[in-house]
């Protein structure tokens, strides 16, 4: 099983940032059917397109169930599930994409067109999983829709609701974390050793056979 716990980033410096590049690390370790857990508020649309893409090319059967919500961003990456499962409290939110700009009235139009097409892509995904037309889609994603497990199914985003059984196989000790510490702590540390030119410490400390040398020549002098 992989987790989705946190903000979905195109770069993970800490341990509650989901990046492509670890999460295609993770799916790639294993083969076979797998499960995706998802709890994020959301993030960077691209990011979430490319694992959306990661999941839908895998080969097994892909489960995704959500635990907490699936916002945003999330919400897309949920739609790659080839079973999409949501836990009996958890929440489902879907949005019109959006973005800072700068600069004179031709910037702002472009960033319009851009925000336009990248909606366009998303309710790609939404009309795949849910067989709604586009503009069901388009009115729910301007309202900014917030669904509960029910409602998810009801408009197709999920196919079910999770049972107490399959709620408590989370705590299975089988479970990988898709974003372990030791591995955001070794990223972290290398990518700001590099950025200030920090070199590693040069070990200097004797050997233990160099210190029991130097014992036995000061029970020698008495």
């Not at 097409?117 to 586009?134: D, F, H, W």
């Not at 399959?166 to 050793?193: F, G, I």
């Amino acid at each position: 099983m992989l987790y989705l716990n946190g903000t979905i980033a195109d770069e993970s410096w800490f341990d509650d940032e989901i990046s492509p590049e670890i999460f295609r690390e993770e799916l790639n370790a294993g083969t076979g059917d797998i499960t995706v857990w998802i709890n994020s508020p959301g993030g960077d649309c691209i990011a979430a397109a490319q694992i959306y893409n990661m999941l839908i090319e895998y080969k097994g059967h892909v489960t995704v169930k959500v635990d907490g919500i699936a916002a945003s961003a999330a919400s897309v990456i949920a739609m790659a599930g080839t079973t999409v499962l949501m836990s009996p409290v958890s929440m489902m939110m879907i949005h019109n994409p959006a973005t800072v700009a700068f600069g004179d009235t031709a910037a702002m139009q472009q960033a319009i067109a851009m925000l336009d097409e990248v909606k366009e892509s998303i309710m790609n995904a939404y009309e795949i999983k849910t067989g709604l037309s586009r503009a069901k889609i388009s009115h729910l994603m301007d309202a900014e829709t917030w669904m509960d497990a029910n409602s998810a199914v009801e408009l197709g985003f999920a196919d079910g609701i999770l049972s107490r059984a399959e709620v408590e196989d989370m705590d299975a000790p089988t479970v990988k974390n898709v974003y372990s510490e030791a591995k955001v702590t070794d990223s972290l540390r290398d990518k700001l050793a590099a950025h200030c030119k920090i070199e590693k410490p040069v070990d200097n400390r004797p050997s233990v056979s160099e210190l029991m040398g130097r014992l036995e020549s000061i029970k020698s002098n008495f």
